[in-house]
């Protein structure tokens, strides 16, 4: 019962924090003016193929349009998750009390995810690229992952895709190379995502807390797994194509890019701690962790 009362009072918190400091983005970004192509679409930096020798080789023009291609990709991925998100924490709330503070802030959390997936939409559209989908294994994983997850394996993975995101959005939405309406849907991103990610931590505790060994350690797997499917999505293969670069050789060099690789596992520096707090970086789970240059 003291669990109960701690959860509804940390869901109160949040309730009152959102009634503070949340945004319409269909109010709060620039659509209206046309894309200025002398930006890039995310700090250069955190480019894919950032510090390669074909880097070194373009030019400034496709630089930035490589940038815009991959942050509309990682957009598009962000869409993606946050769909099976909502499956996920409908599922968890589905016959709990609605009068819970902690049921209305899931579904708090639920219109949050909503408004996202319409804003990374229209920022995507207004960057001048398609609309990215992850590769059909991908999608079918996640359409089994969003059906049989459930508890800290739920939430533990919705922290994981955000953690990453969280990261490198704070970054883009700082750098003033960065085009205007992009740094606006990054910082409306991380602050309503702050919320989820403490809900999503003190949810996996919870879950964990009444998790047998055998259950905690198939659920550090299935995270993993997880895990691996959503970081190794984030950019579509096409996006070197779309920004008129050799699809091939970007592949090759974007796959053995070590400047990429630490920027993933520094970004994700505090997530291993916390899974690693809370027993769920088993061996292997790792495996695929290091797989995803995450760890």
């Known amino acids: 019962m003291g669990n109960r009362t701690s959860d509804d009072g940390m869901a109160r918190r949040l309730l009152d924090s959102s009634a503070q400091l949340s945004y319409d983005p269909l109010t709060e970004v620039d659509w209206d003016t046309p894309l200025d192509t002398d930006f890039h679409g995310a700090s250069p930096e955190w480019s894919t193929l950032y510090g390669t020798a074909y880097w070194n080789e373009l030019t400034d023009a496709q630089r930035k349009a490589l940038t815009r291609q991959e942050a509309a990709s990682v957009a598009c991925t962000g869409i993606w998750f946050e769909m099976i998100l909502q499956q996920m924490v409908l599922r968890d709330i589905y016959a709990k009390d609605p009068t819970d503070d902690t049921v209305q802030w899931a579904l708090t959390e639920i219109a949050d995810e909503c408004r996202h997936s319409i804003m990374f939409a229209r920022g995507a559209k207004k960057l001048g690229a398609p609309a990215y989908r992850p590769h059909r294994v991908a999608l079918e994983l996640g359409r089994l992952f969003k059906t049989v997850a459930f508890g800290e394996a739920a939430y533990a993975a919705i922290l994981v895709a955000e953690e990453v995101l969280d990261v490198m959005q704070r970054d883009w939405m700082r750098d003033e190379r960065v085009v205007p309406f992009v740094r606006t849907i990054n910082n409306i991103h991380v602050v309503e995502e702050s919320r989820h990610m403490k809900f999503a931590r003190e949810e ?38 779309n920004a008129g670069l050799d699809e091939a050789r970007a592949l090759r060099e974007a796959k053995a890019n070590e400047h990429h690789k630490s920027m993933m596992r520094a970004s994700c520096s505090g997530l291993m701690e916390f899974l690693a707090s809370v027993g769920l970086l088993t061996g292997p789970a790792l495996h695929f962790y290091k797989r995803a240059h995450l760890v």
């Open 204 to 241: 996996t505790r919870r879950h964990l807390a009444r998790a047998g060994r055998l259950r905690r350690r198939v659920h550090a797997l299935l995270i993993a797994v997880a895990a691996y499917v959503i970081v190794t999505s984030m950019v579509n293969r096409k996006v070197y194509a």
